[in-house]
């Protein structure tokens, strides 16, 4: 928001008038806040023992779904955008009937994110991980996306696609287990965003679909899961020191919200 004085410059004009608000940028904030509010609301809800036992298999694919991460601001120059996010994990209920899964996966999760863009609109981006062990769990992935961004008069807008698929070894079922987790993602979202001196809000909406297995090393079982899901997501990017930092909320079907923190360095 940003506060403004009328001024005369002649001789023996009057004081300045009062702090006048442009009706404009206060509206831009205000739904900007109001879309957060909205995303972190919780309305969890009561599930049956099959529901909750799915519903921890895609919860983990939902958290390492490959979100925007970003304002989709159009970029003047051919330019490559190198960044770090890190995705924190939220609290879960990982209790099934009446037995606790005994998850506990890092509090963190971080990932290298790679984007080319293109002064007439064009992304494509790419995120990988290595299978390197951390807290004794190894999650290894590979993800792709593809948008295109445009100006919409004072506003901003891409459409994307993405893909990712991963695989997470760790004690997911019992402690000291190597038990084998997979995920399958895919789907596409809208944002639009304004900028706003040197930050930009930006909000929107996606769908997608996710296929799971489970392969559980005590019993040999294999559990699998598929859902079609969708998600709301709002946030701001701002430049600062010549770093493009991001916080975007997401929020996925009625039982799921968390947010990711983003840096990149353009060039």
């Given at each position: ?122 992304m494509l ?38 893909t990712m ?34 930050v930009s ?67």
């Amino acid at each position: 928001m940003e506060l403004t004085r009328q001024a005369s410059a002649s001789f023996g004009a009057g004081p300045p008038g009062p702090p006048r608000l442009r009706p404009r940028r206060v509206a831009l904030w205000l739904a900007s806040l109001l879309l957060l509010g909205l995303l972190c609301a919780d309305r969890a809800q009561a599930v049956t023992f099959l529901e909750q036992a799915e519903r921890l298999q895609v919860i983990n694919a939902f958290l390492l779904d490959l979100r925007p991460g970003q304002a989709p601001v159009p970029v003047t120059a051919p330019t490559l955008d190198l960044g770090v996010e890190l995705l924190p994990q939220p609290s879960i209920n990982t209790k099934v009937g009446s037995k606790e899964e005994p998850i506990d996966t890092p509090p963190v999760v971080p990932r290298v994110r790679l984007r080319f863009l293109w002064p007439w609109g064009l992304m494509l981006g790419a995120t990988a991980n290595p299978p390197v062990p951390v807290l004794g769990f190894t999650a290894t992935w590979l993800g792709a996306e593809a948008g295109l961004r445009t100006a919409l008069g004072p506003l901003h807008g891409e459409l994307r696609l993405f893909t990712m698929q991963a695989t997470v070894l760790g004690p997911i079922t019992e402690r000291e287990a190597q038990d084998e987790f997979r995920m399958a993602n895919r789907g596409s979202d809208v944002r639009l965003g304004a900028v706003l001196g040197p930050v930009s809000a930006y909000a929107g909406v996606g769908r997608g679909s996710t296929d799971t297995e489970l392969h559980v090393e005590a019993d040999g079982a294999l559990l699998t899961a598929s859902q079609d899901y969708g998600y709301w997501l709002a946030g701001v990017s701002a430049e600062l020191a010549g770093w493009l930092l991001t916080f975007e909320q997401n929020r996925t079907e009625d039982f799921l919200y968390h947010f990711l923190l983003g840096a990149s360095l353009r060039f």
